[in-house]
């Protein structure tokens, strides 16, 4: 094989590699797409670096990092595949095939504000934070290396090269990527000072913060903050490293512009001015810390510096700027405008009270009215309540055994009757039925319910009253676990918005239904935008909810199981157990929380193949959730459920199907028809029957699987994918090769994450 340059022709194939194009030419080589032929087949992107180093040496490097980043695995990092030489001893490596446009490019032909750029931007310091974590350094961030694609109408950005700068170490050679010395190498323009200084041998993770403060530059104002190309790469490089380099800020950077910035205004979707306005102040202090010439000055971090994006995003004061009291005050007042303007007018009121004392007097009077009634509401419910748990007729009461169930039907019919008059005290009453319906597994009597409090509660109080709120978040949690989606979405994106314009961002209700929001998200398979998403909420459940709220274990248990989504099965784990013992400490040993976070970590187990590690998870799980949700809780079926597949996967083949059918039963009595939590089941069953050698009665259960699986999650939902792969592998057994192709076929065209 002749040498890989640039100017040659693409070679055909290149190890196990089959050449399909060429995607790229720079400083370290040439990139190509290709196809893996073996093991297994695959697309890839493969570097091939230039000609002329050792390839020994480079290699042994390349080994010793593809080893050091093997140990990652974030949704925002592209993952090294392989390393190896050409057959004349070119280095090259593989990595997963990221088709992306660069950060900077995605940004701009998107139109994004400086908004959405930041929120994108934290989440490449999340990514880069988990790199430093695992120990790995970048060593050559740039724009060229974050590349943006769109998952599910969402960007998500990934990170490429991670750590190839170090495997190459200091033999490479050019004139765009090296030193005065010819030998640290990194993109100039990006590269900290302490990179840039050949005799530093000193290079930290402070290093990859200072090229992320020029990127976020970049995003915000359009051009580099110093670019080498205005100075020559030598003159700058000097610069850098004396730590002369003394960029405006980005407010100023953007003002020199004066023909550009128009253009580079209207690019963020807004005008000149306002984009100054924007980035004066914190954005300011923010990125010309993370690109100080003293690295001792920088972010410690990167979720340091995603951290005091965030609180600039929230009008929260950030750490990069010096604290004043005029400026802590000033953060105050716009996080909290309303609250301030209403100060202001009371205090204003109170000012002319002389004047206006017996107005003042009928406001006061009006006021202690509307809380003696709220009051008198409150106790009104407590009675009716009270008194309809209270079993006093031994007739009717059965000798004390009425279910829960029972005692909400009577309530139901009561409240019909006794309250057909007062509505909005109905309405009341049966909000709080129909979310114990809900808690109790029965959704449609739940659905029914609170579907006649939001009109009740529309007509009395007007679309947008936190109340209607309050029963479009009940009846978006209904919508989920019935396995509408899409209802489920419409009713919690309207229910947020109530709720953050009549409380704010930083309320326990808005808390709650960005969670609700997560936990669908997650359901649709959609993983990074639920990680976001549980990750805002537990900000604001650290900020709002009392330390022992059960609902912030339950914001952890859903990050881990979009972790376990991710494959990220050591940050799963890690969050559950914490989890665990966090709900043990607060709730005790048999609150539900409890079995359903053990089995969260049964399930983890049986994803790592550890069925032996998993069945004492779910063992301890099965009674707690029995006696504190009742046998017949959808719940508790999908826990027996669990246990049925460790019982399959361990061979015990006749537990497994009585287990089976028991979790089957219980999920088609509570609920609806096309709920995907039963195509749980069908599955497994299908999957039991196959390695039974039971194809004909395995069949139908995959069919009437993947029908419930492709109606209530799209036909491109990765659990699609799962069934397709196992009802093919159950034909190809059977004898029927030809159709198990045309579902390998179809399953290989949904992506799989």
């Not at 740039?142 to 495997?167: M, W, Y």
């Not at 050019?174 to 010395?181: G, I």
């Not at 640290?184 to 005799?199: I, N, V």
Request: net charge positive; glycine share 8%.
């Amino acid at each position: 094989m002749t040498s890989v340059t640039s100017a040659s022709r693409p070679p055909q194939q290149i190890g196990p590699y089959r050449i399909i194009q060429t995607l790229g030419d720079g400083g370290m080589g040439v990139v190509y797409e290709a196809e893996e032929t073996e093991p297994v087949r695959r697309r890839v992107a493969l570097k091939v670096i230039r000609a002329g180093l050792d390839s020994r040496d480079v290699l042994a490097r390349f080994d010793a990092e593809r080893r050091a980043i093997a140990v990652m695995n974030h949704v925002g990092i592209a993952k090294v595949l392989h390393a190896g030489s050409t057959g004349d001893g070119q280095p090259y490596f593989a990595m997963e095939l990221v088709r992306g446009l660069p950060i900077t490019s995605f940004c701009d032909s998107r139109r994004l504000t400086l908004r959405q750029r930041i929120l994108l931007f934290v989440a490449v310091c999340e990514a880069v934070q988990h790199a430093h974590q695992k120990g790995v350094i970048h060593r050559d961030l740039k724009p060229s290396n974050v590349l943006v694609t769109d998952e599910e109408g969402r960007p998500q950005p990934k990170v490429i090269d991670f750590g190839i700068a170090k495997a190459l170490g200091p033999l490479a050679s050019d004139s765009v990527t090296v030193t005065l010395s010819g030998l640290a190498l990194g993109t100039a323009a990006y590269m900290s000072p302490e990179q840039a200084d050949a005799g530093s041998i000193d290079v930290d993770t402070r290093s990859d913060i200072y090229s992320m403060g020029v990127m976020l530059y970049e995003l915000l104002v359009g051009h580099l903050p110093f670019d080498p190309a205005a100075v020559g790469l030598y003159p700058f490089l000097a610069r850098l490293i004396a730590g002369d380099a003394h960029p405006p800020t980005p407010s100023a950077g953007v003002q020199t512009l004066e023909r550009e910035r128009d253009a580079i205004a209207r690019l963020r979707g807004t005008d000149s001015q306002h984009l100054r306005r924007e980035l004066r102040g914190d954005l300011d202090w923010i990125v010309m810390k993370a690109m100080h010439p003293d690295r001792t000055q920088r972010y410690e971090t990167a979720n340091a510096l995603a951290t005091d994006l965030r609180r600039h995003l929230a009008d929260e004061p950030v750490a990069a700027r010096p604290p004043s009291a005029r400026y802590r005050v000033g953060k105050f007042v716009r996080r909290h405008r309303i609250g301030v303007l209403t100060a202001t007018a009371l205090a204003c009121t109170v000012v002319a009270s002389a004047v206006v004392a017996t107005v003042g007097l009928a406001r006061a009077t009006r006021a202690e009215q509307r809380a003696e009634e709220e009051a008198e509401a409150a106790q009104r419910v407590t009675a009716f309540l009270v008194d309809l748990f209270r079993v006093s007729d031994p007739g009717e009461a059965r000798g004390n055994t009425l279910t829960a169930r029972e005692i909400l039907d009577r309530g139901t019919r009561r409240v019909s009757t006794e309250l057909s008059g007062q509505p909005a005290m109905r309405a009341r009453i049966m909000q709080t039925m129909g979310t114990v319906h809900a808690a109790l597994g029965q959704y449609a009597q739940a659905r029914s319910i609170l579907d006649d409090v939001l009109q009740i509660r529309e007509r009395e109080h007007g679309p947008s009253h936190p109340l209607v709120g309050e029963t479009l978040a009940a009846l978006g949690d209904v919508a989920r676990a019935r396995g509408d989606h899409a209802e489920a979405d419409r009713f919690l994106q309207r229910a947020l918005a109530i709720r953050q314009a009549a409380f704010g961002t930083e309320h326990i209700d808005v808390a709650s239904t960005i969670s609700q929001l997560a936990t669908l998200r997650a359901r649709q398979g959609r993983s990074a935008e639920a990680e976001s998403l549980y990750r805002q909420a537990l900000v604001l459940d650290a900020r709002v909810r009392r330390p022992e709220d059960l609902r912030t274990g339950r914001d952890m248990r859903g990050l881990g199981a979009v972790y376990l989504a991710q494959k990220r099965y050591a940050e799963a784990e890690s969050v559950w157990k914490e989890t665990l013992s966090l709900q043990e400490r607060l709730l005790g040993s048999d609150h539900p929380d409890v079995g359903s976070t053990l089995n969260n970590l049964g399930g983890l187990y049986w994803t790592l193949g550890r069925f032996q590690d998993a069945l004492p998870y779910y063992e301890r799980a099965r009674p707690i959730l029995e006696a504190s949700l009742g046998p017949a809780h959808p719940t508790t079926a999908s826990v027996i459920n669990n246990l049925a597949e460790v019982h399959w996967k361990t061979g015990r083949f006749a537990q497994a199907d009585s287990l089976f059918r028991h979790a089957l039963l219980l999920k088609e009595q509570a609920l609806a028809p096309g709920n995907p939590s039963i195509a749980i089941t069908l599955h497994g069953m299908a999957g039991l029957r196959t390695d039974e050698g039971r194809f004909r009665e395995a069949e139908p259960l995959f069919k009437r699987a993947l029908q419930i699986r492709e109606g209530a999650l799209g036909a491109v939902h990765p659990d699609v994918a799962e069934t397709l792969r196992e009802y093919a592998g159950m034909l190809r057994r059977a004898g029927r090769a030809g159709e198990a192709a045309i579902l390998d076929t179809r399953a290989s065209g949904i992506r799989v994450p």
